[in-house]
């Protein structure tokens, strides 16, 4: 059941593992069929009501799932409700005189099928958050019942080669058929007995056992499996090695194979090469001077898919630890999942490798002679930190397609806000697909929910094309329980292929070392995390010439602290700041120009240390930090003075050498601005924040309060237009934020897309915002001034006030700049204090203001801000924006629009790309370019001349 749960868990965000609490029960009657019915009986005694918070309420649910009679097609009962929020009709009745919890069912109505073959539940809390939850209970239905008296049902057995194995069963009411397979063969039948015995003689090779038990019309099946010890050879790896798949570069029938797994007996390899029944010549062989498991693998064809796994072998476990464990390669660029592949839309991920049949748990694709992605920009020039604005992506609500393709197809609505970074939420292998991507299984591995390899790619080197760094978001804290590195040292007391580290475990903490606990805590003092991670580092540096990392909570690397000790979390740890510094250093060996991003949300005397490292060389690197700004923010946006100081967004401020700080208003992780503002925003009667339309007229005043400061700042996807949905939004339409009960449950739910369907571009309330942000943008990029320094009061007010001076430039240049914005309900009269008298203009149209008292009040209304500098901007922005340059009229357009300039073609964009008319003009300046067909909307009109010179120019359609 594990399985099915670790999607809902990520569903959940940030999820604190605990022990998984043992209960028992009965069920009366203990036979029964799934037209009976039945009552569950929980023993209170059993439960421990203080942990769970259930002490006055007694609530308690039932949970469950159900299996046909052949042990397939498992359905979750319709009862069940959300892992976070239980149904009404699942909760149990608390009998106080006994201290039981009961609940009655017939289990062919309450999972609304019939043919049930077993039911499996489990008792948990209305929100099973943080495993307050029983462990899993699976009972068989039906008077018909066949018990594995030797070996244990789903478990494997290892013997010497050459040896017996015996097995016995027996079963309920009267005699029944038995068949006995090893490896899909039958070597044994009894046609009439209840207790069933066979001994297998003289095993030499590994079995997959299926004992079949016929009564009438109703066949159980029972599974178990021998696994030979072929006793390891000794023999010493190839040089070069490194673990997980090596391509032989001259020869594609061979690839080698490289596992570390200290602590195990043997390992097989098992695949679509030898049909998965692997013999001792599959048995891997152990480099003496490492430890390491090694096979060479032949007899491959060049281009075709193999799928395999590794069978990992502990002659004696641990108690509760399985004995053989069958998980794909850690080091895995692409693996198959039985659970998750299924639901991937084929538009997305053509041509997928079909999972192979009969197996469980994922699968590593290999492949010789693969072709390599054409790389068009082979020598992108990174944009310098100080001037980045990264816009954060992820790929799940950016567009309903939930695609890389419709990112590509989107690449002038990145082109046209003048960004110049995307950082994409994780896409590493992460389990389900409804998912943030912070579960990640295999880091190594693209996640093909969103498209394949090729077209991440492609995403990268269009972004590359247009002058667009990519960052990637990294979740190297933690890992979850499909892992393979989780999987081969677990504890699994109930046998259903997952569960925690074990002490013997030489990557993860079996318990987390720090207070924010999400999946399974690396322990990255161990040399052999360390190589993990740096391998992983390489892969998306060197294969999808990735530009950079944001590596989430970073808090997490440390191992000096406990689980339930945040004061000690939070405070300097120097064990923390050395292993990131070593991680920062490899990536900076393999790319001197590698962003590396932390986010820490942590105290500035440890943010220093990788702020100011290394700044002083040759390119200056130092580690850029997230910096949280959004309740300060917030507050201006909505209009309250409160806790509206914002003057840490300046790096400066925080004590970091260089402009290190990626400041933002807005992440993945906080409520919405525009959602707050209309719920919550201050009003005079007059001026009213709670009004959509004046909420977003105060959004260009928080870009230009924002983005502007100079160093690297964050936008989160959609801000830019105003996006008003709460981050709390839920999949039925509802919204559970931070003030309902329980609180923020939705969060991780996929989001709507109004930007989109309700073409919020051509709305003008939002794509002011758009305009003036890509305006700011354009100017932090292009104007040096914004490289200087800022000043800022260190104050909680409404009228903010920021000067940035560069002194490196001369009074010729623009090199001051004033920014007043007023975010009061009220007009305001601001002292504006510019450095000097004299002509001023306003940066957005280069308008002249004349300035002979620099104390001079400047009103402006509420929402208004001002941007001003001692020159004139080169604003760079493409020749759209240069009206005396441009004139289409009319602008709104009806019916149909003139240019007034010659063409020889026009062709005119929606905003999302796509191409929707050409006309062909032969240099015809009276030419009337009609659209009276298409739909109300912004859009670009690309215009050619005779020597082929492109303008461009927008326009919106009435």
Same mark, same amino acid.
Request: glycine residues 6%; negative net charge; hydrophobic residues 35%.
């Given at each position: 059941?594990?399985?099915?749960?670790?999607?809902?868990?990520?569903?959940?965000?940030?999820?604190?593992?605990?022990?998984?609490?043992?209960?028992?029960?009965?069920?009366?009657?203990?036979?029964?069929?799934?037209?009976?019915?039945?009552?569950?009986?929980?023993?209170?005694?059993?439960?421990?009501?203080?942990?769970?918070?259930?002490?006055?309420?007694?609530?308690?649910?039932?949970?469950?799932?159900?299996?046909?009679?052949?042990?397939?097609?498992?359905?979750?009962?319709?009862?069940?409700?959300?892992?976070?929020?239980?149904?009404?009709?699942?909760?149990?009745?608390?009998?106080?005189?006994?201290?039981?919890?009961?609940?009655?069912?017939?289990?062919?109505?309450?999972?609304?099928?019939?043919?049930?073959?077993?039911?499996?539940?489990?008792?948990?809390?209305?929100?099973?958050?943080?495993?307050?939850?029983?462990?899993?209970?699976?009972?068989?239905?039906?008077?018909?019942?066949?018990?594995?008296?030797?070996?244990?049902?789903?478990?494997?057995?290892?013997?010497?080669?050459?040896?017996?194995?015996? =097995?016995?069963?027996?079963?309920?009411?009267?005699?029944?058929?038995?068949?006995?397979?090893?490896?899909?063969?039958? =070597?044994?039948?009894? #046609?009439?007995?209840?207790?069933?015995?066979?001994?297998?003689?003289?095993?030499?090779?590994?079995?997959?056992?299926?004992?079949?038990?016929?009564?009438?019309?109703?066949? $159980?099946?029972?599974?178990?499996?021998?696994?030979?010890?072929?006793?390891?050879?000794?023999?010493?790896?190839?040089?070069?090695?490194?673990?997980?798949?090596?391509?032989?570069?001259?020869?594609? &029938?061979?690839?080698?194979?490289?596992?570390?797994?200290?602590?195990?007996?043997?390992?097989?390899?098992?695949?679509?090469?030898?049909?998965?029944?692997?013999?001792?010549?599959?048995?891997?062989?152990?480099?003496?001077? !490492?430890?390491?498991?090694?096979?060479?693998?032949?007899?491959?064809?060049?281009?075709?898919?193999?799928?395999?796994?590794?069978?990992?072998?502990?002659?004696?476990?641990?108690?509760?630890?399985?004995?053989?464990?069958?998980?794909?390669?850690?080091?895995?660029?692409?693996?198959?999942?039985?659970?998750?592949?299924?639901?991937?839309?084929?538009?997305?991920?053509?041509?997928?490798?079909?999972?192979?049949?009969?197996?469980?748990?994922?699968?590593?694709?290999? %492949?010789?002679?693969?072709?390599?992605?054409?790389?068009?920009?082979?020598?992108?020039?990174?944009?310098? %930190?100080?001037?980045?604005?990264?816009?954060?992506?992820?790929?799940?609500?950016?567009?309903?397609?939930?695609?890389?393709?419709?990112?590509?197809?989107?690449?002038?609505?990145?082109?046209?806000?003048?960004?110049?970074? *995307?950082?994409?939420?994780?896409?590493?292998?992460?389990?389900?697909?409804?998912?943030?991507?912070?579960?990640?299984?295999?880091?190594?591995?693209?996640?093909?929910?969103?498209?394949?390899?090729?077209?991440?790619?492609?995403? $990268?080197?269009?972004?590359?094309?247009?002058?667009?760094?990519? *960052?990637?978001?990294?979740?190297?804290?933690?890992?979850?329980?499909?892992? #393979?590195?989780?999987?081969?040292?677990?504890?699994?007391?109930?046998?259903?292929?997952?569960?925690?580290?074990? #002490?013997?475990?030489?990557?993860?903490?079996?318990?987390?070392?720090?207070?924010?606990?999400?999946?399974?805590?690396?322990?990255?003092?161990?040399? %052999?995390?360390?190589?993990?991670?740096?391998?992983?580092?390489?892969?998306?540096?060197?294969?999808?010439?990735?530009?950079?990392?944001?590596?989430?909570?970073?808090?997490?690397?440390?191992?000096?602290?406990?689980?339930?000790?945040?004061?000690?979390?939070?405070?300097?740890?120097?064990?923390?700041?050395?292993?990131?510094?070593?991680?920062?250093?490899?990536?900076?060996?393999?790319?001197?120009?590698?962003?590396? *991003?932390?986010?820490?949300?942590?105290?500035?005397?440890?943010?220093?240390?990788?702020?100011?490292?290394?700044?002083?060389?040759?390119?200056?690197?130092?580690?850029?930090?997230?910096?949280?700004?959004?309740?300060?923010?917030?507050?201006?946006?909505?209009?309250?003075?409160?806790?509206?100081?914002?003057?840490?967004?300046?790096?400066?401020?925080?004590?970091?050498?260089?402009?290190?700080?990626?400041?933002?208003?807005?992440?993945?992780?906080?409520?919405?601005?525009?959602?707050?503002?209309?719920?919550?925003?201050?009003?005079?009667?007059?001026?009213?924040?709670? !009004?959509?339309?004046?909420?977003?007229?105060?959004?260009? #005043?928080? +870009?230009?309060?924002?983005?502007?400061?100079?160093?690297?700042?964050?936008?989160?996807?959609?801000?830019?237009?105003?996006?008003?949905?709460?981050? @709390?939004?839920?999949?039925?339409?509802?919204?559970?934020?931070?003030?309902?009960?329980?609180?923020?449950?939705?969060?991780?739910?996929?989001?709507?897309?109004?930007?989109?369907?309700?073409?919020?571009?051509?709305?003008?309330?939002?794509?002011?915002?758009?305009?003036?942000?890509?305006?700011?943008?354009?100017?932090?990029?292009?104007?040096?001034?914004?490289?200087?320094?800022?000043?800022?009061?260190?104050? &909680?007010?409404?009228?903010?006030?920021?000067?940035?001076?560069?002194?490196?430039?001369?009074?010729?240049?623009?090199?001051?700049?004033?920014?007043?914005?007023? @975010?009061? &309900?009220?007009?305001?009269?601001?002292?504006?204090?510019?450095?000097?008298?004299?002509?001023?203009?306003?940066?957005?149209?280069?308008?002249?203001?004349?300035?002979?008292?620099?104390?001079?009040?400047?009103?402006?209304?509420?929402?208004?801000?001002?941007?001003?500098?001692?020159?004139?901007?080169?604003?760079?922005?493409?020749? @759209?924006?240069?009206?005396?340059?441009?004139?289409?009229?009319?602008?709104?357009?009806?019916?149909?629009?003139?240019? +007034?300039?010659?063409?020889?073609?026009?062709?005119?964009?929606?905003?999302?790309?796509?191409?929707?008319?050409?006309?062909?003009?032969?240099?015809?300046?009276?030419?009337?370019?009609?659209?009276?067909?298409?739909?109300?909307?912004?859009?670009?009109?690309?215009?050619?001349?005779?020597?082929?010179?492109?303008?461009?120019? %927008?326009?919106?359609?009435?």
């Amino acid at each position: 059941m594990k399985k099915t749960l670790l999607s809902i868990f990520l569903l959940m965000g940030v999820t604190v593992f605990a022990q998984i609490q043992t209960v028992t029960y009965s069920i009366n009657p203990a036979t029964f069929e799934d037209t009976t019915p039945i009552t569950i009986t929980i023993n209170g005694s059993s439960v421990n009501e203080t942990s769970w918070g259930i002490t006055t309420t007694h609530a308690l649910y039932l949970w469950s799932w159900c299996y046909d009679v052949n042990d397939t097609n498992q359905a979750d009962s319709p009862s069940n409700g959300s892992w976070t929020t239980s149904n009404e009709d699942s909760k149990f009745t608390y009998n106080a005189g006994t201290d039981t919890y009961t609940k009655t069912i017939t289990p062919s109505v309450y999972f609304s099928r019939n043919g049930i073959g077993r039911i499996g539940f489990l008792v948990k809390t209305k929100d099973g958050s943080g495993d307050k939850k029983s462990q899993d209970i699976v009972v068989e239905v039906g008077s018909f019942q066949v018990s594995l008296t030797s070996p244990v049902e789903n478990s494997t057995t290892i013997i010497a080669s050459g040896a017996n194995f015996s =097995i016995s069963a027996t079963n309920t009411n009267g005699a029944a058929s038995y068949t006995l397979k090893a490896n899909g063969a039958t =070597i044994n039948t009894n #046609a009439s007995t209840s207790s069933y015995s066979y001994t297998h003689a003289n095993i030499t090779g590994n079995q997959n056992y299926e004992l079949i038990a016929t009564q009438g019309a109703t066949t $159980i099946s029972k599974k178990f499996t021998v696994v030979i010890n072929p006793n390891t050879v000794s023999e010493a790896m190839p040089a070069g090695l490194v673990d997980g798949i090596n391509y032989n570069s001259s020869d594609f &029938t061979k690839a080698t194979l490289v596992l570390d797994a200290p602590l195990k007996d043997f390992v097989y390899v098992a695949g679509s090469f030898n049909n998965w029944q692997p013999t001792t010549a599959y048995a891997m062989k152990k480099d003496p001077s !490492t430890g390491k498991f090694w096979l060479e693998i032949t007899g491959l064809v060049a281009g075709e898919n193999n799928t395999y796994q590794y069978w990992v072998v502990d002659a004696t476990p641990l108690t509760n630890s399985p004995s053989m464990v069958k998980t794909a390669d850690p080091y895995s660029t692409l693996v198959l999942s039985p659970y998750d592949d299924q639901y991937i839309p084929v538009a997305s991920y053509p041509n997928m490798p079909t999972y192979p049949a009969g197996q469980n748990f994922e699968v590593t694709v290999l %492949k010789t002679g693969q072709t390599p992605y054409n790389w068009q920009v082979t020598n992108f020039e990174k944009p310098q %930190k100080e001037k980045l604005v990264v816009y954060e992506v992820l790929v799940r609500d950016f567009d309903a397609a939930r695609s890389y393709q419709s990112l590509i197809d989107k690449i002038d609505y990145f082109k046209n806000l003048k960004i110049n970074a *995307i950082e994409l939420m994780p896409v590493m292998e992460f389990e389900g697909n409804e998912s943030w991507g912070y579960n990640t299984s295999f880091h190594m591995a693209l996640d093909k929910f969103y498209g394949t390899s090729d077209k991440l790619k492609e995403f $990268i080197d269009l972004c590359h094309q247009n002058g667009i760094a990519v *960052i990637l978001d990294v979740a190297l804290n933690h890992a979850f329980g499909r892992n #393979a590195m989780v999987r081969m040292w677990m504890n699994d007391p109930d046998g259903d292929g997952f569960g925690s580290p074990t #002490a013997e475990n030489p990557y993860f903490n079996t318990v987390a070392k720090h207070s924010y606990s999400v999946g399974e805590d690396f322990n990255h003092e161990s040399l %052999k995390t360390q190589y993990y991670v740096n391998r992983v580092i390489k892969q998306w540096i060197e294969e999808y010439k990735i530009d950079g990392f944001r590596w989430d909570l970073t808090k997490g690397f440390t191992q000096l602290c406990t689980a339930g000790d945040n004061s000690c979390t939070d405070s300097f740890k120097q064990d923390r700041v050395d292993i990131l510094k070593k991680y920062a250093d490899f990536s900076w060996a393999i790319d001197p120009t590698h962003y590396t *991003i932390f986010e820490h949300l942590g105290s500035d005397a440890e943010e220093k240390e990788w702020a100011n490292y290394k700044v002083t060389e040759t390119p200056s690197k130092g580690v850029m930090m997230w910096g949280k700004m959004t309740k300060e923010y917030n507050q201006l946006s909505m209009g309250y003075a409160s806790e509206s100081n914002i003057f840490r967004m300046n790096s400066a401020n925080r004590g970091f050498a260089a402009n290190r700080l990626v400041g933002y208003a807005e992440s993945h992780d906080e409520e919405r601005l525009m959602y707050k503002n209309v719920q919550y925003g201050a009003s005079n009667g007059s001026y009213n924040v709670k !009004t959509l339309n004046t909420a977003l007229s105060r959004m260009s #005043a928080i +870009g230009a309060v924002s983005l502007l400061i100079p160093g690297p700042k964050m936008i989160w996807h959609f801000g830019e237009l105003g996006m008003d949905d709460s981050i @709390f939004s839920c999949n039925n339409g509802t919204v559970n934020d931070e003030g309902t009960t329980p609180p923020g449950d939705c969060k991780l739910d996929t989001k709507p897309q109004p930007q989109w369907t309700e073409n919020w571009l051509g709305d003008s309330n939002r794509n002011k915002i758009y305009n003036d942000w890509a305006k700011m943008i354009t100017l932090k990029k292009t104007e040096p001034v914004f490289l200087g320094t800022a000043t800022m009061a260190n104050t &909680t007010t409404l009228m903010v006030n920021i000067k940035i001076t560069n002194s490196n430039l001369t009074s010729a240049q623009l090199k001051d700049v004033v920014i007043l914005a007023n @975010f009061d &309900t009220a007009a305001q009269n601001m002292i504006p204090g510019f450095q000097y008298t004299g002509a001023w203009y306003n940066l957005m149209d280069n308008s002249t203001i004349n300035i002979t008292d620099v104390n001079a009040p400047i009103s402006l209304a509420p929402g208004e801000y001002r941007i001003y500098g001692n020159k004139q901007a080169n604003l760079a922005i493409e020749d @759209f924006e240069k009206g005396n340059q441009v004139s289409l009229y009319p602008n709104p357009v009806t019916d149909y629009f003139t240019l +007034g300039f010659k063409t020889s073609k026009v062709d005119i964009y929606s905003m999302t790309g796509q191409l929707v008319k050409t006309f062909n003009t032969n240099g015809n300046t009276d030419y009337q370019f009609s659209v009276h067909n298409l739909t109300s909307g912004l859009y670009l009109v690309k215009t050619f001349d005779e020597n082929n010179k492109v303008r461009v120019v %927008k326009f919106i359609k009435n």
